[in-house]
């Protein structure tokens, strides 16, 4: 078992105070937006591990006259994607290599919106395939600001909330989108909702959207601005529209925000996001994990490059209940979060004192996150924000007091 040291990102929309908070550490003043915990490329964790001593006489005792023998071994500070890619089948098991490849399939993070993140979908795995593999054809550099597709996987999540945490998530009924447009009494929404009446649902999305992705930018700002003051006037439930436009004032994504299910997760509930689903995130503290992927196709509320064709093929439109998940208990207190997919498995253990410890050995490589109290793993003490990685087939238990987030792989 590995106590991980994790890198947190600072993305414009993070806040300032969620994750310090967490981590019982004071603010920089900075946003701090993610901590990732795994074997991303990008910001994999590192680790602690004894290096393997040198073979007896290649390393000589300092005393005079003594005979040779191995220098004691030390401990070294390296990524987790090395430690992996030197032995995939001890780290992440046979079953795990076999199913997903030598590499970690899931990345999880603690996610700290201060700001709305952008308005986003992502590629199921044949789409994602696709789209690489044709970028890469057509040699659009891996790095390029109008790059779509940064690897051939797909990019199916679950975000866990700490805190009281909105969001947005799926299409919701367009006549509901509708009255919500009218609502606001602003002239320049009334061809939206009348193309929301005219059409059955599948083609009604479509044509909204791609009517305010492809309006003239500056009538499309007219716009927002006049519904951002008209939500701000309103209040009640247009209240989440005028702080989304707050942030991205004349941003055509406010609108296309409107078309979508706003969600309000307590603490412990959580969202599942599939392939071709819309969605943002807006503000709170929340447990996120995904298959290991950077693809991400925005549809607005960002500065950032939007492929509005490409975007249109992978978007499913189609109006969705969001539904919130609730954690199923098991008979050992594992609380498991249910998904259709295989690349991650999220649990919690909410521990308390005096109970027995719970066994966690699996054939699958594991990460266990602190979120709160001091629960121990094996022989270490996590406080919250600490996690640790558990290689295939090692054995641990947790016990003690407070809350434990599990990542794990279905394999």
């Known amino acids: 078992m590995d ?9 414009a929309w993070g806040s300032t105070t969620a994750i310090p908070a967490l981590l019982g550490i004071a603010p920089t003043g900075e946003p701090q937006a993610e ?38 071994a030390a401990p070294v500070e390296q990524p987790l994607t090395d430690v992996i890619a030197a032995d995939p089948a001890r780290e992440l098991g046979p079953a795990t290599v076999e199913k997903f490849g030598p590499h970690l399939p899931f990345l999880l993070k603690l996610l700290a919106a201060g700001a709305p993140l952008s308005l986003q979908v992502h590629p199921d795995l ?43 998530c799926g299409f919701r009924p367009p006549l509901e989108a509708a009255e919500a447009m009218e609502g606001l009494g602003v002239d320049s929404l009334k061809p939206y909702a009348d193309l929301l009446r005219a059409h059955p649902e599948e083609a009604a999305l479509r044509e ?42 004349g941003d055509a994504g406010v609108l296309a925000a409107m078309l979508l299910n706003y969600v309000q997760l307590q603490p412990g509930e959580a ?3 599939g392939a071709g689903v819309p969605h943002a995130y807006l503000d709170g ?15 607005g509320l960002t500065p950032k490059h939007i492929d509005v064709p490409e975007l249109l093929r992978i978007v499913r439109f189609e109006a969705t209940e969001p539904g919130i998940l609730r954690p199923e208990a098991s008979p050992s207190g594992e609380e498991v979060y249910e998904t259709p997919v295989d690349e991650f498995r999220l649990s919690r253990f909410d521990l308390s004192p005096g109970a027995a410890p719970v066994a966690l050995t699996a054939a699958t490589p594991q990460i266990l996150l602190c979120t709160a109290g001091t629960p121990r793993a094996g022989e270490l003490v996590l406080t919250p924000g600490e996690s640790v990685f558990v290689p295939a087939g090692e054995k641990t238990e947790v016990s003690g007091t407070g809350t434990l987030f599990r990542a794990t792989v279905v394999a």
Not at 4 to 10: D, F, G, Y
Not at 146 to 152: C, I, M, N, Q, V
Not at 223 to 241: D, L
Not at 289 to 297: C, F, H, K, T, Y
């Open 126 to 168: 044949t789409q994602a395939q696709q789209g690489y593999a044709d970028e890469e054809r057509r040699s659009v550099p891996i790095d390029a600001p109008h790059r779509t597709y940064k690897d051939a996987n797909h990019k199916p999540e679950l975000i866990c909330a700490l805190t009281p945490f909105d969001g947005l």
């Open 271 to 273: 969202l599942f996001l």
């Open 285 to 299: 503290l929340g447990v996120e994990i995904m298959a290991n992927s950077d693809n991400v196709l925005r549809c």
């Open 208 to 249: 909204v959207l791609t009517a305010i992705l492809s309006a003239d930018p500056e009538q499309m700002r007219q716009t927002v601005t006049a519904a951002a003051a008209a939500a701000e006037r309103i209040g009640g439930a247009y209240a989440p529209y005028a702080r989304i436009a707050h942030h991205f004032p």
């Open 35 to 72: 901590m990732w915990m795994g074997a991303h490329p990008g910001a994999p964790s590192l680790i602690t591990r004894t290096a393997p001593a040198p073979a007896p006489g290649t390393a000589p005792d300092s005393t005079p006259g003594s005979t040779p023998g191995p220098t004691p």
């Open 3 to 11: 106590r991980l040291s994790n890198t947190v990102r600072p993305y």
